[in-house]
């Protein structure tokens, strides 16, 4: 099965909601939509369960349209990022209550459920109520009862949010394999690029409404199509400045101007603006060097065995990801070195005209 | 052992309540019991008379045993019978009122409205809504060819009792109830719409589980309330025909002020709390332990 997208729109009053979405999913294949909260990740997966119906645009299942098809005769399931059970039924009887529905005959339930609770390690809990389950096995069982189904859409709306550390570590990891089995298509929604990258496959970035990027998910990351596909796809936010460029100089934004050719080489004159990642934010003392940008030291935030720096540069706070436990002293001077290599270059509209490593995204999404 | 400062000056700051609740229930309570002792034949003259009261109240075979047995069974029927109608109707109506718009805010007032009116207003409206020869609601009956009249057959007496405390009271648990729904992610209603369920097993196994909560609370509230009743019949029927609708709030004021039997209205006035006290105890304690036991 295939599920298609075409031009889908959804509207509430004046306010675009989805803004025409275009996407295409194959059969067996792990697709993650990334976007923060408020993209639309929610309303866009209820458009493609048919909880919801677009305002225009089509939605498509192997080339026909489902429109006019009931939720509940497509098949579909899904996974919330509140543990959603039935409170009154067992873990078993939760399980087994889309069989139910759909009248399978007794053996086969027994059957699919005994598989789905030893997948899951349920097997200790199925005569449990969910209120005594801890939340990771509320969430198991959330996702035993879509794993059943075997249906041929699965929905998982940041399933692994809501639970701890470890936890979704592990589940992480097993979510796919689990689905893959099946030759479902796995939709992931996530706000967490971190966890678009560790489930790989397909990602469409989201940004208020819009689909700003689909491709690979590694791809996505390393060169995005324009500025809000990189803004959505980096955790600590981008590093930005806007310089202009006339001639053989280009601005700062501290004031002054360096020559162009060493940060922007090669562009027609305009204005641009300038994206780099963190871990490409060298962290150093001041020497005065020409693409350094001094400051004092914000904040800095430890995270094991890395240090966020955070450096007010006069025109914002830019943060620069240091290897190993540094104790920079809020108020010290500092300054971010950047390499012109590592940098991201948007144009006016924000379309991608540069990227590291001298490839160029091709732009828009495919379908 | 723990040093911890003793510092006097925190009795005083508990002096006002203290006060307040002595004067407004201990020393009251305490009046109460003094006369269920004692008896008097007036001029201040009080002669000991130790549980004499209470043998009397508690032995059904005397002529205030009786009255009294009798007077709490019409208790517990009305009790039952209100509670009966009142919750599935409660949540019946949440169930219904409008999800958004202007409508919600104009349903819930109107639902509150009858909660708002003082319950002497609501035993008069109710009183004048029953006569036979005025009323909307007796003329109307009779002119149908039923036979109602409140002041003089029982049935007609208990029907329009019942009726009114569901006319005033549903509304609160249905405002209760929709507090309730209003709780419950929308999640769980995609949920069952993606596992193709019924409405009758979205409300079986989503909504009235999670109403559960809610539902003791409303069963509390209506079951202490309704076993106290009194302004509303004394008002339209005045506990009769005959003892019809004579619930132990009304016999008590007929014995205490009516009669002036102190000793006995004293006696009944503790029993009578004691039940309600114990019945709520244990209702809330089975409630709750069901609850554990659930882990709901």
């Not at chain 1, 873990?91 to 399978?104: H, M, Q």
């Not at chain 2, 708002?116 to 008069?124: C, H, K, S």
């Not at chain 2, 009323?135 to 149908?144: K, M, Q």
């Amino acid at each position: 099965m295939s599920l298609e997208l075409r031009n889908v729109s959804l509207k509430q009053g004046q306010d675009s909601i989805i803004d025409d979405v275009s996407l295409l999913f194959e059969r067996g294949t792990m697709n993650v939509l990334l976007g923060p909260t408020l993209a639309g990740k929610t309303t866009l997966m209820r458009l493609m369960a048919g909880l919801d119906k677009p305002t225009s645009g089509d939605v498509l299942v192997d080339g026909v349209s489902v429109l006019q098809v009931p939720v509940r005769r497509r098949s579909v399931a899904m996974v919330y990022q509140q543990f959603v059970n039935y409170p009154s039924l067992t873990v078993y009887e939760n399980i087994a209550s889309p069989l139910r529905v759909a009248g399978l005959p007794k053996a086969e339930i027994e059957k699919r459920v005994a598989d789905a609770s030893r997948v899951l390690r349920l097997d200790p809990f199925l005569k449990r109520l969910p209120a005594q389950l801890s939340g990771g096995q509320q969430q198991r069982t959330a996702i035993a009862r879509a794993l059943v189904k075997h249906a041929e859409l699965v929905l998982l709306d940041e399933p692994l949010a809501n639970l701890d550390y470890k936890l979704r570590e592990e589940l992480r990891e097993e979510l796919p394999k689990l689905f893959a089995a099946t030759g479902t298509i796995l939709v992931y929604a996530t706000t967490e690029p971190t966890e678009a990258l560790l489930l790989g496959g397909t990602t469409a970035t989201l940004w208020q409404g819009r689909v700003t990027q689909v491709g690979p998910t590694p791809s996505v990351y390393r060169s995005p199509a324009n500025i809000d596909a990189a803004r959505v796809f980096s955790d600590p936010p981008l590093n930005e400045f806007t310089t202009t460029l006339s001639g053989p100089r280009a601005t700062l934004p501290r004031g002054g101007d360096i020559d162009a050719q060493s940060l922007l080489p090669n562009l027609p004159d305009g204005i641009y603006r300038i994206g780099f990642r963190v871990e490409d934010a060298k962290l150093g003392t001041v020497s005065g060097a020409p693409l350094a940008f001094p400051g004092q030291v914000a904040v800095t935030e430890i995270s094991g065995s890395e240090s966020f720096v955070h450096l007010d540069i006069g025109s914002g706070t830019w943060v620069s990801l240091v290897l190993g436990v540094h104790d920079w002293k809020p108020g010290a001077p500092a300054e971010i070195r950047i390499d012109p290599a590592r940098i991201f270059v948007f144009d006016e509209g924000g379309r991608l005209v540069r990227a590291p490593e001298a490839r160029i995204a091709r732009t828009s999404a495919l379908v | 052992m723990m040093d911890k400062p003793w510092n006097n000056r925190a009795w005083l700051f508990v002096v006002p309540v203290l006060i307040i609740v002595l004067f407004s229930s201990l020393v009251p309570m305490m009046t109460v019991v003094n006369y269920s002792v004692q008896d008097t034949m007036g001029q201040n003259n009080f002669f000991w008379n130790g549980v004499a009261w209470f043998q009397g109240l508690l032995d059904p075979t005397t002529d205030i045993g009786g009255r009294f047995a009798s007077a709490l069974v019409r208790n517990l029927i009305f009790s039952i019978v209100i509670l009966c109608l009142e919750l599935p109707l409660g949540i019946a109506v949440a169930l219904c009122i409008p999800k958004q718009g202007w409508k919600v805010g104009a349903t819930l007032v109107l639902i509150a409205l009858p909660l708002l009116i003082p319950w002497t207003v609501v035993g008069t409206i109710w009183q004048i809504f029953a006569r036979q020869d005025i009323g909307l609601l007796g003329a109307a009956l009779n002119a149908i060819g039923i036979h109602y009249n409140d002041t003089q057959d029982p049935t007609s007496a208990w029907a329009t009792i019942v009726i009114m405390d569901v006319w005033h009271w549903t509304g609160m648990i249905a405002l209760l109830s929709y507090a309730g729904l209003k709780a419950i992610p929308d999640a769980f209603y995609q949920a069952a719409r993606i596992d193709g369920a019924s409405r009758w097993s979205v409300f079986r196994n989503i909504e009235l589980p999670k109403l559960q909560k809610v539902l003791v609370i409303a069963v509390l509230l209506r079951f202490m309330e309704s076993f106290m009743i009194y302004t509303e019949p004394s008002v339209v029927t005045g506990g009769g025909p005959g003892e019809a609708t004579s619930f132990l709030s009304l016999d008590l004021v007929k014995i205490a002020l009516g009669q002036v039997d102190l000793g006995n209205a004293a006696a009944m006035s503790i029993v009578y709390y004691l039940i309600t006290l114990t019945i709520c105890y244990v209702f809330f304690t089975i409630m709750t332990q069901l609850d554990q036991r659930k882990g709901v």
